[in-house]
Structures are given as structure tokens and as C-alpha cells.
């Protein structure tokens, strides 16, 4: 089994929809959470950032955490075309990043 | 520069040749992190240092992989003897230092063997 579990999609939906993207994880030794974007032949770029449970949001995207139930997830509201891209979650141990298997957005005019 | 920068772009050679890869990281930061990007496999983290220093080798996938960074900033991997199962997308990563803070990457090396 994965330490981090992604579904990898693809995920369809029309502009304007309000997406849900999640991972779960087994190592309760995490404790910061990311999510990266990642453009095809570019490399991730950090989304969001987040340390303890709750939410935490940045214009159109909400992060969210619940440690307790190894749980996490972002939003995008209003969403775009633009916003068409691999999503990756990625977990901190100790120095090295732990990374789902990311999920594929597709935001259709 | 304002990101990190990886060099080659993109490197295709035969069987068995080795090949070096360069991450210049982001201006002022002491922490560099390598890490491969194949299809299915997701990201998995290779090595890390710490100024010049790479405290834990362990995740390079086999001896024919090496990596050193010198003047606390560019680093280059390097893969001897390539084979098949080595070609992906070899990603850099830089932080501000260890710890904490998060990691920006730059867009890699697309490494394909014939």
C-alpha cells in the first residue's frame, strides 16, 4: 500500500464548477501538507501550503486537513480553463517530500 | 534567477553512456532536493543536501547514481552506464533552507534512453 493514495482521474468538468481533489495518507508522522500543479512539461508549482488541521484558503482554492482521519483535500471554485492540469498532493518526512500519483483536471469551456 | 533552472531540457542518449544533470536553485537557498518523475510511479525523492553536504544517499535507486553540489549552490546528478528503466523526468527542488519551509521546482530534465 501507498503512503499517500490519489485517485488519478481524469476529472471533467464545465467552467465555473466548484472542484474537489483529495488524498488520503497511513504515516501519521506527516505533519505539513501541499498541493502542487503541474502543467504538462513544466514542473509542480506549490499551490498551497498548510501545517495543522482546518482550512486554509487563497482566492479560488481551499486547502483542507483532517490529521485525524488522514485526510486531506483542496478546493478551486469558479473554475477555468486555465485551471486544466495534473494536481499533486505532497506530504513532508523529514526532509523528502512524499507525493500522490496526482490527478488529472480537465475544465472545459 | 528568479527559479530554478535545470539543464539539459531534454537529453537522449544510448544505452549504457553516462550522463550529468545540472539545478542551478533559487538565489539564497542552502537546501536542494533531486527527485524522478516516471509514468505510473508518481514523484520519488532521490537525495538531499544541506549546503554541499548529502546527509542520506539512500534513496538513489543504485550505485550507478551519484550527486554533488559545490559552492552551496549548483548541483548535477549524475548517471553512469544509463539503461532503459532510467528514462523520466528528473526533477530539482530548492528551499529557502531544511526544515519547514516549502520546496519550488524547477520545470527538469526529460531523460530518455534508447
Known amino acids: 500500500q501507498k503512503e499517500v493514495e490519489q485517485d488519478p482521474g481524469p476529472l471533467s468538468v464545465p467552467e465555473g464548477a466548484i472542484v474537489s481533489l483529495n488524498c488520503t495518507y497511513s504515516?501519521?508522522?506527516?505533519?505539513?501538507f501541499m498541493w502542487y500543479r503541474q502543467y504538462s512539461r513544466k514542473g509542480p508549482e506549490l499551490l498551497m501550503y498548510?501545517?495543522?488541521?482546518g482550512n486554509k484558503e487563497d482566492g479560488r482554492f481551499t486547502a483542507q486537513v483532517d490529521k485525524s482521519s488522514k485526510y486531506i483535500s483542496l478546493f478551486i471554485r469558479d473554475s477555468q480553463p486555465s485551471d486544466s492540469a495534473t494536481y499533486l498532493c505532497?506530504?513532508?518526512?523529514?526532509?523528502?517530500?512524499?507525493f500522490g500519483t496526482g490527478t488529472r483536471l480537465l475544465v472545459s469551456p | 534567477g528568479a527559479g530554478v533552472s535545470q539543464s539539459p531540457s531534454n537529453k537522449v542518449t544510448e544505452k549504457g553512456k553516462d550522463v550529468e544533470l545540472r539545478c542551478d536553485p533559487i538565489?539564497?537557498?542552502?537546501?536542494l532536493y533531486w527527485y524522478r518523475q516516471s509514468l505510473g510511479q508518481g514523484l520519488e525523492f532521490l537525495i538531499y543536501f544541506q549546503g554541499n553536504s548529502a546527509p542520506d544517499k539512500s534513496g538513489l535507486p543504485s550505485d550507478r547514481f551519484s550527486a554533488e553540489r559545490t559552492g552551496g549552490s549548483v548541483s548535477t546528478l549524475t548517471i553512469q552506464r544509463t539503461q532503459q528503466e532510467d528514462s523520466a523526468v528528473y526533477l530539482c527542488a530548492s528551499s529557502l533552507e531544511l526544515g519547514n519551509q516549502p520546496q519550488h521546482f524547477g520545470d527538469g530534465t526529460r531523460l530518455s534512453i534508447l
Open positions: 505532497a506530504m513532508r518526512s523529514f526532509q523528502k517530500l512524499v
Open positions: 498548510t501545517y495543522s488541521s
Open positions: 538565489s539564497g537557498h542552502t537546501a
Open positions: 504515516n501519521s508522522a506527516f505533519q505539513y
